[in-house]
């Protein structure tokens, strides 16, 4: 049977963590990833996260496969990685997708608008 995005949605809510912007700047002190999974237009128009790492959501697959070349050493299956978009969707979607992948530490920060209203700069 076909998924709708709304099932999809529940799946990655219910296995990927919602933390606060004070719980991603504890992880990212003992060395997680902040990772923006934004397109290239919408960080150009508001800017992103200072200390971020980006990677579109299109191409997060093939930068988390260690087996292939297009493969981004920032994303190791041993590191804490928090994620977020726009508004955190996305990043549940993508933080389920990598955990699918053998990532065992991903977290959803939501969007952009949470980094900020946590105190968050934006580079």
């Not at 700047?25 to 290239?40: C, F, T």
């Not at 150009?44 to 087996?67: C, K, N, V």
Request: overall charge negative; glycine content about 12%.
């Amino acid at each position: 049977m076909p998924l709708t995005v709304k099932q999809m949605m529940e799946a990655a809510n219910s296995t990927v963590e919602r933390i606060q912007r004070a719980k991603a700047v504890e992880i990212l002190e003992r060395g997680g990833l902040l990772l923006d999974i934004r397109d290239a237009a919408e960080l150009q128009q508001t800017g992103r996260a200072s200390g971020s790492h980006h990677i579109p959501r299109g191409m997060l697959e093939f930068r988390a496969d260690d087996t292939l070349q297009s493969h981004d050493p920032e994303l190791r299956k041993d590191r804490p990685i928090v994620l977020y978009c726009a508004s955190g969707g996305r990043a549940a979607l993508a933080g389920k997708l990598l955990q699918d992948m053998g990532y065992e530490q991903v977290y959803n920060l939501g969007g952009l608008v949470d980094w900020v209203n946590g105190g968050g700069e934006v580079a």
